[in-house]
């Protein structure tokens, strides 16, 4: 299977804790794209990366997330000090294309937080 | 004010009785815009790229269509396997480089 994947697919947590989600793109995708879903919405941006650099951050995206890319390759999402209004589904995304190109975007399983 | 609207928020049907599903955006300067597809805790599963007025794209069962200010998902004759939440989202040059926004969805459910 060569599209994305996403681990964990599931993560429980208590409030407080720190958790960290792992993203493998399409391996020919410069682009990597996190969302967050919650329930009855569509999804909502957080966060982009063309190849290692963070190009973009949500206002979403507060002090307590931080995202990596490190060597253009796959990438980690790290809540600290989780809330539980956290708790939503953590979707990856990744397309290709050269510069100024709007590539259609390839989501993965997602990983499903819940914060007790 | 909502950027992007899907209408209606649930559609059930009856196997073979063919229906469309509204998405309205108010953005300026479209890019594109897509058609995805989500199954319950699944990720969006890509259909299609619209990138200007009067194209169409089809697969399948489905057409999507594309005008100034919205487009259309055509579903012809549904099958209970069509059953999902079908999402719209667009890519704009008043928004940030590459994101996509979405609306929020319409769950649909074909019935045999």
């Known amino acids: 299977d060569t599209g994305v994947s996403q681990n964990p697919r599931h993560k429980i947590t208590k409030r407080g804790q720190n958790v960290t989600f792992r993203c493998d793109p399409i391996?020919?995708?410069?682009?990597l794209y996190w969302y967050r879903q919650t329930l009855g919405q569509g999804p909502e941006f957080l966060t982009y990366f063309q190849n290692e650099a963070q190009l973009e951050k949500s206002r979403l995206l507060s002090d307590r997330f931080s995202a990596e890319r490190p060597k253009g390759s796959f990438s980690t999402l790290e809540i600290q000090r989780t809330e539980q209004g956290d708790s939503a589904m953590y979707l990856c995304?990744?397309?290709?294309?050269?510069?100024?190109?709007?590539?259609?975007?390839?989501f993965g399983p997602g990983t499903r937080l819940t914060v007790l | 004010e909502d950027q992007v609207t899907q209408s209606p928020e649930a559609l059930r049907l009856q196997e073979g009785e063919s229906s469309s599903l509204n998405c309205s955006y108010t953005v300026s300067g479209l890019r594109g815009l897509f058609w995805y597809r989500q199954d319950p805790g699944k990720g969006p599963e890509f259909l299609f790229t619209?990138?200007?007025a009067g194209e169409e794209k089809e697969k399948e069962r489905l057409k999507a269509t594309l005008t100034k200010k919205e487009s259309f998902l055509h579903i012809t004759a549904p099958k209970p396997e069509d059953s999902a939440t079908y999402l719209c989202?667009?890519?704009?040059?008043?928004?940030?480089?590459?994101?996509?926004?979405f609306g929020k969805g319409t769950l649909l459910t074909v019935n045999p």
């Open positions: 391996s020919e995708h410069n682009r």
């Open positions: 989202a667009v890519q704009w040059s008043g928004g940030s480089n590459y994101k996509l926004t």
């Open positions: 619209l990138y200007s």
């Open positions: 995304a990744s397309s290709k294309g050269l510069a100024g190109s709007y590539n259609e975007q390839f």
